[in-house]
């Protein structure tokens, strides 16, 4: 007697074994390779959710993404780190970990600043390891202000700071550099360098802006004393920027009027390369004004005799009074002078023209042609073309003085072919969709197509089972027949009329089988697997 065991109510272990020995292996290989595929995707989605896909930080050099990405394994973090210094969390850590990493010094970018005092004690240091590590303070501390600004990625500052040599009352002035590296396709601009040299000119005593030197990762100057390269730096940037100004305003000019996309627009400059200093005085000699007035006055009196009597000895006796008929002359003179100051009036100019004045200008506008009532391209009327030059000529500041030129002529456009879509190999910028990378994509893709390859083969494995059954079943009924009608025409005691009867009804049953065989297949092997699963014991 065969013996059942039960796990619990509603739990037949023996019915469980049936059911699967009546699948047959190809089926049981199906339903294994389905639920494979249903556990692969539900680990896949299971670990999608705690998936490093935050961006943590971007654009770290090697040695802090390794320290950064050590600290966090440390941590027990899922962590990804991508070759371009990329490093990925998972999104709901992104800021916890952002600011512990901060806490603890994490990326060290711009070097140590003035930490490094802490570190060491001033009584095991000498006054020069002193002024060794005040420097090196100073300069991770300005690097560490020059990475904040937008567009730098690192900098290093290098400050030199020289000692008064001996019997010298003066000490030689402190320099500085400067190194930065920007982003990538990025370029740092003038403005940017000339507030590095403003920052790092203020931070160390006595050393002036003209003494600091910006330079970046390609060895191309920024900002320097008199440098040749810097100087054609900026004047390469005023000039671009001249450019592209002038552009803009051709093109919001004109295409409202000629609609966005008909008209192109390309402007030249020719800018002013040295420095030219002019001085000129001149003096107006009817513009006169009194300045001053002095007014003298001399008078001197004169008094003159004449005729005197000789001198005797008795007019030296005493008691002898003088007397005489003398004759005596008095004059008085009075000179009066007068001076007065005029002041010429005087104009003294002087015109500094700095490196970047326009000396030239150059415009080019090309418009595109109308179309006809047949749509065949046909150029503009020459009145509308000098109607958008007369704008343009003021848009610009045309100078004709100057020696400016402008051209507006009319073209036939091509038409501009549709954007298509190109896609992208997966890496640094693989795309994500709902939390998942292109890697856990492609897993999961696989494990659906070996879900779809298992059902197809269960279905193809059902459909070969139908198949042989409804043959099994035709041949069964067919020997039946055939059995049954050997069988009357072996028995001798029945009658030949009905012998032949039977036979016939028989034959036209098995024919109708066969026509429901036919034309009602599915029913037909529904009623075999009635048949099939009767007769098997429970």
Known sequence: MQQVRTLGPGFDLGGLGGSLARLGPARLAGLVGVALAALLAVVLVARSAHAPTGLLYAGLEPADAGRMAARLEELKIPVEARGDGSIFVPPEQVARLRMQLAAEGLPRQGGAGYELLDQASPMQMTSFMQRVQRLR??????????????????????????????????????????????????????????????????????????????????????????????????????????????????????????????????????????RMVARAETYDPLGQVERGRQLQTEQENTEDGRGQQPVTVGQNLPNQQAGGNAQRSVSAIQRNNQTVNFE????????????????????????????????????????????????????????????????????????????????????????????????????IGGGALLALGAGGLMLRR?????????????????????????????????????VGLDLQVRLSSLTALHEIIDNRPEEALAVVRSWIEEGTPA
Do not use: Y
Request: no cysteine.
């Open 462 to 498: 059902r459909k070969q089972q139908q198949r042989a059954a409804l043959a099994a079943a035709v041949a069964a009924a067919e020997a039946a027949a055939a059995a049954e009608a050997a069988a009357q025409a072996n028995s001798m005691d029945e009658a030949i009329a009905t």
């Open 344 to 443: 010429i009036s005087s104009k003294v100019e002087e015109t500094v023209r700095e490196p970047g004045t326009l000396k030239r200008l150059s415009v080019a506008v090309v418009v595109d042609g109308l179309l006809d009532a047949e749509g065949k391209p046909q150029p503009r009327p020459k009145e509308e073309l000098d109607r958008l030059a007369a704008l343009v000529r003021s848009a610009v500041g045309f100078s004709q003085s100057r020696g400016d030129t402008l051209t507006v002529d009319t073209l036939t456009f091509l038409p501009e072919e549709g954007a298509g879509t190109l896609a992208e190999a997966g890496g640094a910028g693989a795309p994500v969709i709902a939390g998942l990378n292109a890697n856990q994509l492609a897993m």
């Open 137 to 274: 303070a100073l300069e991770g501390e300005l690097a560490r202000t020059i990475v904040t600004l937008q567009g730098v990625r690192a900098a290093r500052v290098h400050i030199v700071l020289p000692e008064r040599e001996s019997f010298s009352r003066d000490a030689p002035s402190p320099t500085a550099s400067v190194t930065v590296t920007t982003a990538a396709g990025q370029r740092l601009g003038s403005a940017p360098a000339q507030a590095i040299r403003l920052l790092v000119a203020g931070a160390v005593p006595r050393l002036r802006q003209e003494d600091v030197s910006v330079m970046d990762s390609a060895g191309v100057v920024l900002a320097a004393d008199g440098g040749m390269a810097a100087a054609a730096g900026r004047l390469g940037e005023i000039r671009s920027a001249q450019e592209q100004a002038l552009q803009r305003a051709v093109l919001d000019l004109l295409e409202p009027i000629v609609g966005r996309g008909k008209v192109r627009a390309v402007a030249s400059v020719e800018i002013e390369g040295a």
